[in-house]
């Protein structure tokens, strides 16, 4: 099961996998050193896999248990067979298929030489899984580690952690996406390498390693909504951890290249290469770079919502949010020049608001973000801000770039650093009238109600009111939108509103509200 979390894609998003936290610095110096035992949990009983690759660990009574559910009648729980399962899909997906080396074995720890798998109540920690260095193999040219991974007992809907729900995927779903996911965790840190530097890249491999071994599963698509609801907040180039859980989405864009270019990367960091620096290196080598795929995926960024029909990097995209406007201006007749600053990898978005020469109003957006591999590569050049300057203008030239049905172009400056440009527009409807009408329930519920000025993205409160001036159903805050050329608020209409005529009162706050009639059938 998969359900979105909008207000919290909109702010900040959890940590779904305990990795960072179990493979801080001073923790792994601390097990090396001596001071402290990387001490295992101790569970009831344990199932191993058919190939011998696995031993799952688990409890049948107490606060871990799982379901003791036995339906196939082999003598395991059910919800075992299905870890079990889950990871000998992993196995097949990033080792057998895409050619990742094995995780190395752990010796007896654990009891086999078995990669150790512990199933316990992870909810009120907030993560799906976990993946625990615990013993050093090496330490040059890369330190490596064992690994042993825990996942949560059953993934429960009313698991919470922090006031909010722990998963944003539940069941079987959710322990099959976190068996890939963790999976490779125990490949990175085992046989590449296991430093801190760039983190992102250890998340964004694991994340897309669900949406490869478990495609049906959307998961990846909640953290997604994060990066596409606040771009600007997100640079592909942060190191964190977390950042990786929004980009995850971007090993498509890299699968898409000649060769293996994600496993090409893992290569090159097990060669001490800092994983940015392999990344840019592998693009390279695939006969490509950097540069244009972080464009490609740029484009994919604003093919959403209902501009999402096509999009070759995000599955569903259509079910995905729009990218989110930093600013939206209203430009003169005259033009406008703007400029600003932004770090690499940063995208950003500017809506416009135009007057084409006809005299028609049109809607343009303007999205940019700076692209260059020598940034990624260098951790000081990558948190630089760089400047940008653009010219809008209502009589383009050649070379400059036209923003498709409003007469209006871009005039990029010759001082702006390598830069991804992706630029639309649409000439607008303007309407007062709300529509369809009238409107037929037995087609559709939604009403769309034009909003003269309003910012695409804002909301505005409507009321459905009868003759009386009697509220007939609650009032509902609606977002604005572009529908049929249209800026518009979508309203559903309650089934149990009788037909007649009715009065659709709108409030947007920044203007006297209006009201108008409207005809429900």
């Known amino acids: 099961m998969f359900y979105a979390q909008t207000s919290w894609a909109q702010s900040s998003?959890?940590?779904?996998?305990?990795?960072?936290q179990r493979s801080q610095a001073q923790r792994l110096e601390a097990i090396?050193?001596?001071?402290?035992?990387?001490?295992?949990?101790?569970?009831?009983?344990?199932?191993?896999?058919?190939?011998?690759?696995?031993?799952?660990?688990?409890?049948?009574?107490?606060?871990?248990?799982?379901?003791?559910?036995?339906?196939?009648g082999n003598g395991l729980p059910d919800y075992i067979d299905e870890c079990i399962s889950a990871l000998e899909h992993a196995w097949r997906v990033e080792i057998d298929t895409l050619g990742y080396t094995p995780p190395p074995?752990?010796?007896?720890?654990?009891?086999s030489p078995a990669l150790d798998v512990y199933v316990q109540d992870l909810g009120p920690k907030g993560f799906y899984g976990i993946a625990t260095p615990d013993r050093r193999l090496r330490e040059v040219p890369t330190p490596l580690w064992v690994c042993y991974l825990e996942v949560d007992n059953d993934y429960s809907p009313t698991d919470s952690a922090s006031g909010r729900p722990s998963y944003t995927t539940t069941g079987l779903d959710a322990l099959r996406i976190t068996c890939a996911h963790e999976f490779h965790h125990a490949v990175q840190n085992g046989c590449y390498a296991m430093v801190e530097q760039h983190r992102m890249l250890y998340e964004l491999t694991s994340t897309w390693m669900e949406m490869r071994c478990w495609p049906e599963v959307r998961d990846w698509a909640f953290y997604a909504s994060a990066l596409l609801t606040r771009p600007e907040q997100w640079s592909f180039a942060r190191s964190p951890g977390r950042n990786g859980y929004v980009w995850g989405w971007f090993g498509n864009a890299l699968a898409a290249l000649p060769g293996n270019v994600l496993r090409s990367t893992w290569e090159r960091i097990g060669q001490a290469r800092p994983p940015f620096a392999a990344l840019v290196e592998a693009c390279t080598a695939a006969g490509t770079s950097i540069d244009d795929v972080f464009c490609s995926a740029v484009e994919a960024m604003y093919r959403t919502g209902s501009r999402g029909s096509v999009n070759p990097y995000m599955p569903g995209a259509s079910l995905l949010p729009e990218l989110s406007p930093l600013s939206e201006r209203e430009i003169p007749r005259d033009g406008l020049e703007v400029s600003g600053t932004s770090v690499p990898f940063t995208v950003m978005l500017t809506r416009l608001r135009l007057t084409a020469p006809t005299g028609a109003r049109a809607t343009g957006d303007v999205l940019l973000a700076f692209n260059n591999g020598t940034s990624l590569s260098n951790d000081t050049l990558r948190e630089r801000p760089l400047s940008y300057r653009y010219r809008l203008t209502s009589e383009p030239?050649?070379?400059?770039v036209p923003i498709s049905a409003t007469g209006w172009g871009v005039?990029?400056?010759?001082?702006t650093p390598s830069t991804c440009l992706v630029v639309d527009g649409i000439a607008l409807i303007e309407s007062t009238s709300a529509f369809p009408q009238p409107l037929d329930r037995s087609a559709s519920r939604t009403m769309y109600v034009p909003v003269g000025g309003a910012t695409i993205g804002s909301s505005v409160t409507i009321s459905i009111l009868n003759l009386a001036m009697q509220p007939v159903q609650p009032a509902t805050s609606a977002t604005i939108s572009i529908v049929e050329r249209r800026v518009v608020a979508a309203v559903e209409i309650n089934e149990d509103i009788a037909p007649g005529t009715y009065l659709l009162f709108v409030d947007d706050r920044r203007s006297p509200p209006t009201m108008q009639k409207v005809f429900i059938k």
């Open 13 to 20: 998003i959890p940590d779904k996998c305990g990795f960072a």
């Open 32 to 72: 090396k050193r001596g001071e402290i035992q990387a001490t295992r949990p101790m569970l009831q009983k344990f199932a191993e896999s058919a190939t011998g690759r696995f031993r799952v660990h688990y409890d049948v009574v107490g606060a871990n248990a799982v379901d003791t559910t036995d339906a196939s």
């Open 105 to 111: 074995s752990d010796g007896a720890d654990g009891g």
């Open 397 to 400: 030239t050649t070379g400059d």
């Open 411 to 415: 005039r990029l400056s010759d001082a």
